[in-house]
């Protein structure tokens, strides 16, 4: 049970059509993530991590599949399979709003900005309790009272804060609350978009502490977003690097945080900055340029403008993931 | 330790709403204008015992009897079926007049007969629809008497000797009232439209705003014209063929409102949790868009006003009998030369109006995000 699969994600694609001129025709994409693919194993945590803009979010949000309510014409490829605990396996990517709610209460998911993802004109107990209302709809008000003050105490909050609205709380204990409400349905996988991002470091540590105590307790698994790279190497029991919407290396966390074999994902690791004066000698790798615009890709290797040993045949195809040593990696040459 | 804890006072941080409101109320003129209007409006439900023909209590050979507060009943919607306000004059000893009792006839009479029989009238005991020149005993003043005329009273008598003062007053509750409903019934359906465009977005966005734009050309005053030549006219029929197409404005608002709204992870919440797209409209997206809402009710107020106004005026508005200002407005122009006629209805409009756009302008303010909207 432990080790079985829960969710695949199998050449994901997600392009946002972007229209122009007099009849508003569609000129170009965006192609915010382009044929990515990883697994996530029942009660494991996997980081994704990769610089702003190439696609973490998008694909946590093409997971919990919210991409069309915000952009109605974004082309999704792909699949995305979640296997239940029955054994059967769905394809979440293209299920409609009607059929995808029985998944909502599988897969939920926790926000970056702890201010704009809670509902200011709703109590903190109308927020938590609003997941039980719709997937436990055979409790009692009583029983989901209790409900919510039991979330609250397992999230750190003080249950008398329940009547409380969330600009009576700080940014950390907003983003308990948020916590709070991806739990409530007693999910199996939930999302995590940068979860800690927006907080204070002490704070982090209280709230990636909380994570992964619930982890523990409950059994979920994580799918950990983030730009912070110590953050997920912590947390994470394997990391995905990301670039420009492709995955360019997966492995155990600790062979991509110790030994990264893809140059992007040395040059990244190699900027983290490190507290042991011992190690102050280490290089740096700085890369030259920007992020090339997601509008126009290089041709093959999306990273070859600014890889600092790229060659001729980068150009060419676009290089698949490839197991080198213990880890996958999307690089012919190293 | 105890002593100290009980003295730290907790200070609860304080709503948009609560600022908002502690704000507008530091905007004088927008208050009082606030104040003064809604006591107004909440005083006008009660003209009946306040501003009528009727007696509050008589006394006839030691029955009591109330008149009044009976026409106040019958003047609430549906209940003016059931009640009763005709009271004969010869029940009441008002000898010869086997039609509705005139009660200020009837009160001069009992003080003569000294027979404890008594009556207490409204303070200003006239009707907005009687001909206050015609009553027997009493030499009323003419039609189109000036108030200085000692028998007429505040702002002397229109065309048809009916008592200005009180078709005024009672002008003042049927206007505001029509510009509520109206403004109601806009809300009602601009809203939901207007959400539906903003959210959905897209073709639909798209299809259904070029709909609107056909709709919003369609005429409504010739409409009406023509609708009344073969119609009467009546409150909730003005309404309805007004509201046709005053709909369209607050649906722009709250479309762009919505639009803004719904790319926040709040919404993207409320999603990823199921709830369904009406709930995360209605619950999750609107109490966040409700600025627009708040800000133009005012002038949606003052444009249902000028609007009743406007079509009383040029004569396609309510029936003749109800008192309204925009046919006093008409009266006035047909006897330019009676200034009671001319400046009563202007002014009751021209204040109300402006009492209304400081009511919306203090909103209004109350709302900007920055402390001084200009530089001082």
Known sequence: MNNSLLLEVKNLQVYFPIYGGVIQKKIAEVKAVDGVSFSLHRGETLGIVGESGCGKTTVGRAIINVLRHVSPDVHLGGEVLFHDKNGEIHNLLHLNTKSMIPFRSKIQMIFQDPYSSLNSRLSVKQIVSEPLEIHNSGMSAAEINDKVLWLLEKVGLQPEYSSRFPHEFSGGQRQRIGIARALATNPELIICDEPVSALDVSVQAQVINLMEDLRDEFGISYLFIAHDLSVVHHISKRIGVMYLGNMVEVGEADDVYFNPKHPYSKALLSSVPNPDPKQKGKKRIVLSGDIPNPLNKPSGCSFRTRCPIAQESCSISIPELTAKENQLVACPLV | MSEKASTIQVVKPQTIGQRRWKKFKTIKRGYYSLLFLSVLYALSFLLPVLVNNKAL????????????????????????????????????GQKGNSGDCHYRELMVQYQNEQGGNFIIMPIYPFNPIEDITTEGNLAFAEPLTSPDNIHTRILGTDENGRDVFARMSYGFQVSITFALLLVFVEYLIGIPIGGLLGYKGGWVDLILQRFIEMWSTLPVLFLIIIVVSFVQPNFLLLVLLLSLTAWIPITIYIRAEFLREKSKDYVVAAISIGVPTWKIMFKHILPNSLVPIVTNFPFAIVAGLTALVSLDFLGFGLPPPTPSWGQMLSTGLQNITKWWLVFSPMFALFTTLIMIVFIGEAIREAFDPKTFSRLR
């Open chain 2, 57 to 92: 209590i008589v006394k006839y050979n030691d029955e009591y009897y109330f008149p009044a507060f009976k026409s106040l009943l019958a003047s609430v919607p549906l209940v003016d079926n059931v009640v009763s306000t005709f009271q004969s004059g010869e029940s009441i």
